[in-house]
């Protein structure tokens, strides 16, 4: 059992140290930053490279270096330190730290001024900078572009060029005033050096403060699915070899670039610290060591690709990117156990004051509501059953006699809809003042309409409306005195003469009625 223990502890320990690496610590975290060609080999692209059709030679200007002056370009077969170092596929480029890494490079062919440069990536990536090591001289024109639509649309990251006014005349060459202004750069495109020189492109120079990272114009400029650089003019030194048949042995100006290295990270919108390959099917995903994989860990109960929606069921709050209060993002519905799909609704959001915005879909058990809280109609909740119990709507049980809407009833308290003159939670019975309940009474129930100088109170018996007579009084509404009794209301005895009499009272007057013997008295 010690020895299980001693194997298994580790396995454990590093899956705790992951879980750990995956949290942010804050609001915001964002992926290591990595070389976005590594591992990407058969994704990037060059519009022309010298000897894919086989053997071209090509020359150096004469003083730029000793001895042989002339070469060959081999590009049918890839690069190889020992069997083939005269190829200079577009793949040589990727950065490596390799002894021999300044003995390959990509190279054009001879004398094409237009030649392009495109890394195509398998989702969105957040970009950093560029970086172009030349071996030729620098371009003498040439921009970057960036595309967000996997090369669908373009736009310009910037201008490069020893002559602004001249190749680009439309552009500014001013200092720019913001990060998302396009101008033309013109550092980088001299004689000097003439090979080793370097084009630098930073997504946000330094120079400007940023202050909400995740504005659309900022992230409009850092995002990115494809790169692509176009050199548009060679430089030369005003000879006339260029306007010489493009295959002269002579030819001597061409792009070479012994590294370009695109910086930058997967896009997770702040809500991850680390990322796993995109598609498990893609080869060179799972070998290239060193490789910026671009599908997130998502963190803040986010997901996608990018960390850029709610996670299922997490919609009672709105989405966003990261930053402040990590519990805000995302957060769990709440349905009480009888929904397990939601949705965010921005109306609801703003009514409960940023409260809750998340609307249950699909109730179950006879539920309602956005949050499931009620039950459906002709349902109430059983006091004696809390709200997550699957068997807390019980059917209403209205009176029909007393009840209006076909038995509808409160769906928390089970209230029935009652008629005017009906009360209780069924509406089974007359209110005070009221009797006979009938369900073809309109109003349900009939006045007592007892007589206020007869009698005693206004409630009368809810079946036969009888009222409750004072002393002497009687009839159904209390509006008569009793047989011997005289005066109404305020009923005195008849006092009638000694004859055998009956006594009759109607209203304030009385009459005395002599009796006529019977034969059986």
Known sequence: MIFIFIIFF???????????????????????????????????????????????KYCIIGYLEEGQKCFICDSRLPYDRYSNTNSHRISNIITTFDPDRKMKWWQSENGVHQVSIRLDLETVFQFSHLVLTFKSFRPAAMLVERSKDFGQTWKVFRYFAEDCSLNFPSVSNETADSADDIICDSRYSGSEPSTGGEV???????????????????????????????FTRLFTLGDTLLSRRRRNPQDKYYYALY?????????????????????????????????VHGHCVCQHNTAGENCE?????????????????AADFCRRCNCHGHSDMCYFD??????????????????????????CERCRPFLYQDPQRTADDPHACIPCDCDPAGSLGDGLCDALS??????????????????????????????????????PRGSVSEVCDQVRGQCACRSKVTGRRCDQCQAGFWGFPFCRPCECNRLEADRWVHGSLFMCEQMRKESDY
Not at 28 to 36: A, H, I, N, R, V
């Open 10 to 56: 580790p396995l454990a320990q590093l899956q705790h140290t992951q879980d750990h690496q995956d949290r942010c610590p804050g609001g915001s975290c964002s992926p290591q930053l990595g070389d976005l060609l590594v591992g990407r080999a058969a994704h990037i692209s060059a519009s022309s490279t010298c000897g894919l059709d086989g053997p071209e």
């Open 200 to 230: 630098v492109l930073k997504a946000l120079d330094p120079v400007y403060e940023i202050e909400n990272p995740y504005a659309p114009n900022i992230q409009d400029l850092i995002t990115l699915t494809n790169i692509r650089v176009n």
């Open 259 to 291: 590294n370009m290295v695109v910086q930058g990270s997967c896009f997770c919108n702040g809500h991850a610290n680390r990322c796993t390959p995109v598609d498990g099917g893609r080869g060179d995903v799972f070998t290239q060591v060193g490789m």
């Open 309 to 325: 929606r709610c996670q299922d069921f997490h919609h009672d709050t709105p989405w966003r990117p990261g930053g402040g209060d």
């Open 346 to 371: 921005a109306t609801r959001y703003e009514a409960t004051g940023g409260v809750s915005g998340g609307v249950c879909d699909n109730c179950r058990h006879d539920r309602t509501g956005p949050q």
């Open 414 to 451: 089970g209230q029935c809809i009652c008629k005017q003159n009906v009360e209780g939670r069924r509406c089974s019975r007359c209110k005070p003042g009221f009797f006979n309940l009938r369900q073809d009474d309109a109003a349900g129930c009939k006045a007592c309409d007892c007589d």
